[in-house]
């Protein structure tokens, strides 16, 4: 259990302008606004919060707080942490930023890139298959999948890879490219 004994969270207007921007960088993803909004200030918060004080703080509806907070949970980006002798929820954002990051990735893949790459491979088989597709329609569909196959691939591989080891690892490939940066300029 968590007792909260910190002071009120106070929106700054730097702090407020995040809240504004992931608001508005969720909703390009199509995300609600209203929910990457409470995750931006549950995130920076740095301590658990009631869905009341986050409803006060960011002037929005109770029920639209707690509709938001159920996605949240549902992603993995929140959870509701008991508070000792207070029987509210109060409800934390995952304060790893990498771990956070990861499971934003999942989600989107999931959403979009899977559905994507299933749609594909059912066109791209159609149009093997069929005698009126052109060969250029074919090859481009070929190539389309081959590019989603490696990136999913490569999404694997680097989500097997221990946080620890993860930076280094970014790293190492920005070096890397940095190295063969005049020889890539070539092509």
Not at 25 to 43: C, D, E, K, P, Y
Not at 69 to 87: A, K, S, T
Not at 113 to 133: F, N, R, S, Y
């Amino acid at each position: 259990m968590t007792e909260i004994t910190e002071k009120p969270v106070t929106i700054t207007p730097a702090i407020e302008r995040f809240i504004l921007h992931w608001g508005d960088m969720g909703a390009t993803w199509g995300v609600n606004r209203s929910v990457a909004q409470i995750h931006a200030l549950l995130f920076v918060a740095g301590r658990a919060m009631n869905a009341e004080e986050i409803a006060d703080l960011l002037r929005m509806a109770r029920s639209n707080v707690s509709t938001s907070i159920r996605d949240l949970m549902n992603w993995g980006l929140v959870r509701r942490i008991p508070v000792l002798g207070d029987r509210r929820d109060f409800f934390e954002a995952e304060g790893d930023v990498w771990e956070m990051a990861s499971k934003i990735v999942a989600i989107r893949k999931a959403r979009e890139i899977d559905p994507a790459q299933e749609v594909l491979k059912a066109c791209l088989d159609d149009a093997a298959h069929d005698p009126a597709a052109s060969p250029a329609a074919v090859e481009r569909l070929t190539e389309m999948k081959a590019l989603i196959d490696l990136l999913n691939d490569w999404y694997a591989q680097m989500n097997a890879v221990p946080k620890s080891q993860l930076l280094p690892l970014i790293k190492l490939g920005s070096k890397a490219v940095e190295m063969l940066s005049p020889f890539l300029r070539k092509k």
